[in-house]
């Protein structure tokens, strides 16, 4: 089986990486000339942590992985008003919780890429053309790429679910949110972060800050608004919408690198009635985006790959693996970004009798019992969906049982 994969961002590695271990031939089409530097920290947990476990990654991740003491609010002196020690959120989790940079974790996934996964940077789709039993994938440069399965692994603003799926507006739930990350460095606000992350306790926009290894200090803004629209000028718009928060924000916003070093969207959602159609499948952001305010975009991700790629490995048909992943992963998902939606007021405090409640609610979350309460607010309800398909047994194509193509393989 052939499968082409647009995006290699960390849904389309981890779909490599599965697909190739379980007998696929697999190309990797990124339009980006190279790997991207820019993202924010994430908090690596839950079914993601399961499938990169599984998968044999996890070792790759836990070495790239920083030490979070806590996550600390602070006034604009800088003194602190309220945190969450990440030990304590990693407890009822049983401790499988990582603090890595998202360029970490694809590297991370991208070097464990067996050496029969084609990828290519700098290539673009300009054309796809399904058929009954395959799809041909044109690419620029006018190439074309025959293969029995595309999956569209490129993000909320997916060129692939444009095509065949329809306008941007038709799937795309703006919640509210604009968001942006940067690195630069300062050793003054690396000294003041320490091994803390680092939040404005402020209302309408917050920024936050970690110290990174070699000196750097990755800084993440997120402001309410409800025009999707994004700034012309992404380094210009943070210096007017967040100079006035206080503590270490001006100077880090004095840093702030050029434009193009800056990723700044808007914090979506996207809600599809279906991921498939024909022989072309989505996943990651570009089927089920939960959010930023989701914290666990990174780990449904990973394991929604290992989803796609175990039941499509078990189906008779590709059609068959296409139904049994939707219908497997997509409850994981739909309750997972209804749980976003109904946090949101509390990410970014819209009112300071807000931001005073949410400070209550993080000094009282030390109270014995409560930490789990605390846990099950911000990451959701967890899933053993990883860990059952891994003890029913390995799939794969070499396997005595139909393969994926419905003929028996030796």
Known sequence: MKVVI????????????????LGAEVVVLEKAAGPRAQGYMIDFFGPGYDAAEEMGVLP?????????????????????????????????????????????????????????????????????????????????????????????????????????????????????????????????IHAAVGDRFCLTETVGAQMGFYGLRDGEVAAFAVHRTWDAALPVDARAALRAGYGSLGWVVPGALDRCPPPAEVYYDQVAQIVLPRWSRDRVVLLGDAAYAVSLLAGQGASLAIAGAFVLADRLARA?????????????????????????????????????????????????????GLDRLVTAAVAGKPTELINRLRDSGSPGWWTTSPGIDGRTHP
Do not use: K
Request: contains cysteine; charged residues 25%; hydrophobic residues 45%.
């Open 6 to 21: 647009c995006g290699a961002g960390i849904a389309g590695l981890a779909c490599a990486n599965r697909l190739a271990a």
């Open 60 to 188: 790759a991740i836990q070495a790239r992985a920083y030490y979070v003491e806590e996550a600390a609010f602070v006034d604009g002196s800088g003194r602190r008003r309220a945190g969450l020690r990440l030990a304590q959120f990693a407890g009822p989790l049983a401790g499988r919780l990582l603090s890595v940079m998202r360029p970490d974790l694809e590297c991370a996934l991208r070097d464990a890429l067996p050496a029969g996964v084609e990828l290519r940077f700098g290539t673009s789709l300009t054309g796809i053309d399904t058929t009954r039993d395959g799809v041909r994938c044109m690419l620029d440069g006018g190439e074309v790429v025959e293969a029995d399965l595309l999956v569209g692994a490129d993000g909320v603003h997916s060129a692939v679910r444009r095509r065949c799926f329809g306008p941007e507006p038709e799937f795309l739930r703006h919640l509210g949110f604009h968001t942006a990350a940067f690195r630069f460095r300062d050793p003054e």
């Open 316 to 368: 008779s048909s590709v059609e068959a693996g296409l139904a049994g992943y939707e219908r497997m992963w997509r409850p994981v998902v739909e309750r997972t970004q209804r749980d976003a939606r109904s946090t949101a007021r509390w990410f970014v405090p819209a009112s300071r009798l807000s931001l005073h409640v949410r400070r209550l609610a993080m000094r009282a979350s030390r109270l014995p």
